[in-house]
């Protein structure tokens, strides 16, 4: 317990070194989930544990969505819409899709002008948005959104994932992988207190540390937990995974002129 307790320890100190990299740690919502992607019961009181563990970025309403072989978890800053309609886990009027989401999208009443001026919403939320987006466009949502957000959005009938990052990264998100449950979080601590990981110090990324002074993605510090990066998205199924990255920096020159004539 003792070499636990040292190892969560140094792991926490190289992940909150690395924060002041891409800004402050603030407190904008908590996000957890758990799928077993064989179906399979998912542990007691899991998603419960790894819930309590983000209270602190979220202390105005706590929202869970289970399933025997997957489940989610929220905890909730209201910003946008805080009355209840906004609440989380958002699931869509008929049940088939799930989204836990942490952050803000900006433009989201414009998009929800644009591609669904003539549906109704049940809320004023940037979440209800979001949601829509996704379920109309998957992935091809993401280049439209502005804002920092991460979020998982789960296909019931399809039975498939989907995480994602947004474009710079303002938003973390953790993942890791037990055999064949998967879960992720906002935070790696959330990740260990679901009953499936332990904490255990990647040496590998201390030479990392040292050099940067800071965990480049997809290290975090932690063995066997891994960060999604900035923009990038993650989708699974049963058979399969991949991460892609969606969005990329583009740098052009101030000018054209040659070095001759400069």
Known sequence: KGRESNATKKCLFIHFSSIAVFGTVESMCGIAGIWDIQGAPLKDGAIDRMQKTLTHRGPDAFGVYALPYVAFAHTRLSIIDVSSAGAQPFTSSDGRYVLVFNGEIYNYKELREQYFSSETFSSSSDTEVLLHMLIRFGPEALP???????????????????????????????????????????????????????????????????????CPSPLSGFKDIYTLGAGQYMEITPDSQKIVRWYRLKISPKSHISFQNA
């Open 144 to 214: 439209k959104l502005r804002g920092m957000f991460a979020f998982a959005f789960f296909d019931t009938q399809e039975n498939k994932m989907l995480l994602a990052c947004d474009a710079f990264g303002k938003k973390p998100l953790y993942y890791s992988w037990k055999n064949k449950t998967f879960l992720f979080a906002s935070e790696p601590k959330a990740l260990i207190a679901s009953g499936y990981l332990e904490a255990k110090l990647d040496t590998h990324v201390v030479e990392k540390y040292l050099l940067h002074e800071y």
